[in-house]
């Protein structure tokens, strides 16, 4: 019988491999970087001639993005043998504008190359490949889609040296339960469903997904390795550890933001009623005014202005305003502002 892929733990022991800790532990090491290399390969969908061969890691790991987040950033920066820089970012949760991000930071490694005396045609190309947790452009059903630099009209290249690419895990599981996808000819496709089989914001594993990667995989041996990598670094307990804090850091944050996004919009609900209720009762006391000049010319309607202002009730302001547009004499409005 053909052996089993994972010796011993079961799929749902395994991290998330969205989970940017887990990510970076197994595609952002020295000891992995054939993988990397491979997967590289496979989102920029190099030919034999433009093949990445070999990378080394750049250590740019970041504090905290904005005051008050508690997250560092713990993207991969590989260097390929072409010099090419590649920023590798994986989010978990739909946290900031991603497009905006992924240009800050991709512009962050671009000057960051120019040292003094150095001539602008010595930078070299800068890559930014976003992997997403989350579905980003509505309008696009790829999962996969890719940006750069062109001319409107002719879509001529202007510059090699911007790069951007966008994978939506979201899509990707759509496409794999809509049977789009053929892991055994697609590199890409099989390398981010490996990404897809653990779903630890769901409690979900996909079990359909690993019997086909388990196959594939008996004839790829990296991907055989990343398979083996991925057990080892779940097994161990010091790594398992720090995936649990950063996996409950993120969900965390992501529930802070869910509750604060809900009590923002409970509070321009609030707002907008008080604002209509507000408007309404200006064009109460508006509507009586009128009425009243019409009927009494000669005096002042400054008193009965500050008294329906004064009332707090919509209730108490309509029944008063019903009996002021009814009296016919300037001793019975005085008689109902008394009263009132």
Known sequence: MRPKLLKRLSLDRLMDLKVDYAFKQLFGSEKNKEITVVFLNAVLQRNDHHRIKEISFANVERG??????????????????????????????????????????WSSLYQKQLTRRMSYTQLQPVIAINIMNFDLFKEIDRFHTSYRLYEDRDH???????????????????????NKLDPWNDRLARWLLLLGIVDHRKNKVYEDIYKELEEIAMEDRTLRNAFHDWETLSASQEEWLAYEGRLKRVLD??????????????????????GQKEGRKEGMVESTLLILKVKFPDYSLDAVSEKMKSIESLESLEKLQKELVQVETWAEVNQLLERS
């Open 64 to 105: 905290a993005d904005y005051e008050g987040d508690k997250e560092s950033r713990l993207d991969i920066v590989a260097v390929t043998d072409a010099r090419e820089q590649v920023n590798i970012e994986i989010q978990f949760t739909n946290k900031y504008d991603m497009v905006k991000r992924s240009l800050y930071y």
């Open 156 to 178: 001529t290249l202007l510059t090699d040296v911007l790069e951007f690419h966008f994978l939506e895990m979201p899509k990707l599981i759509r496409d794999w339960k809509e």
């Open 253 to 274: 944050d992501e529930s802070a933001r869910n509750d604060s996004e809900i009590r923002e919009k409970e509070a321009r609900k609030e707002g907008q009623r008080e």
